[in-house]
Nanobody, 121 residues
Framework: QVQLVESGGGLVQPGGSLRLSCAASKIIFSLYAMAWYRQAPGKQRELVAA???????SYEDTVKGRFTISRDNAKNTVYLQMDTLKPEDTAVYYC???????????????WGLGTQVTVSS
């Protein structure tokens, strides 16, 4: 079965950095758009950053200039480099793999179990 396994979360001080990784298995990784979402306590899950199969990236406004999403198709892995972290970045971060077949009007969506990121002094 398809698996997305996140790693790299933890406790970091404000201004610090973390690098999240998400390793995918049982999908043709290069065909999928990949994304990172986060969910803070009491809040809805929100899109943080995304990267298309072709490598185009997009970011939520509050993380622009601080976070960088990248992918390594040879390793079936997507990364999220998070710099200048703030307490408001504290959340569970989830990896998402999305494949849309426009001609059929359907697609596939897979999620990881999440990794906790806590930014606190």
């Amino acid at each position: 079965q398809v698996q997305l396994v996140e790693s790299g979360g933890g406790l970091v001080q404000p201004g610090g950095s973390l690098r999240l990784s998400c390793a995918a298995s049982k999908i043709i990784f290069s065909l999928y758009a990949m994304a990172w979402y986060r969910q803070a306590p009491g809040k809805q899950r929100e899109l943080v950053a995304a990267i298309t199969s072709g490598g185009s990236t997009s970011y939520e406004d509050t993380v622009k200039g601080r976070f960088t999403i990248s992918r390594d198709n040879a390793k079936n892995t997507v990364y999220l480099q998070m710099d200048t972290l703030k307490p408001e970045d504290t959340a569970v971060y989830y990896c998402n793999a999305h494949y849309w077949m426009a001609a059929l009007g359907t697609g596939y969506d897979y999620w990881g179990l999440g990794t906790q990121v806590t930014v606190s002094s």
